[in-house]
Nanobody, 121 residues
Framework: QVRLVESGGGLVQAGGSLRLSCVAS????????MGWYRQAPGKQRDLVAL???????NTADAVKGRFTISRDNAKTTVYLQMNSLKPEDTAVYYC???????????????WGQGTQVTVSS
């Protein structure tokens, strides 16, 4: 089995910072990409940022220049440094990973449970 466990969410004032972490554990052969999506109440789940196993990054325009995605050397933990937070960043942030459990398995997408980020004005 695979688990993605997020941490680091919370309540912060506008202009503040938070750092989210997500640890992937379980039966994992390889991770192609890890990243973050977010979903505000009544809205669809949108991409925030992704980082591939090769280190390529894809960051949503809405957060470029404010959010930075990174990972640890073992490539099983992904971080999202969020600076200059705005009230519109308020959402549940979900960790996502595209990975293989075994060498001959297909690549599947796994999701964490989500962590709430609330930015007050």
């Amino acid at each position: 089995q695979v688990r993605l466990v997020e941490s680091g969410g919370g309540l912060v004032q506008a202009g503040g910072s938070l750092r989210l972490s997500c640890v992937a554990s379980g039966t994992i052969f390889s991770i192609n990409a890890m990243g973050w999506y977010r979903q505000a109440p009544g809205k669809q789940r949108d991409l925030v940022a992704l980082i591939t196993s090769g280190g390529s990054r894809n960051t949503a325009d809405a957060v470029k220049g404010r959010f930075t995605i990174s990972r640890d050397n073992a490539k099983t933990t992904v971080y999202l440094q969020m600076n200059s937070l705005k009230p519109e960043d308020t959402a549940v942030y979900y960790c996502v990973a595209d990975l293989k459990m075994g060498r001959w398995d297909t690549t599947n997408t796994y999701w964490g449970q989500g962590t709430q980020v609330t930015v007050s004005s």
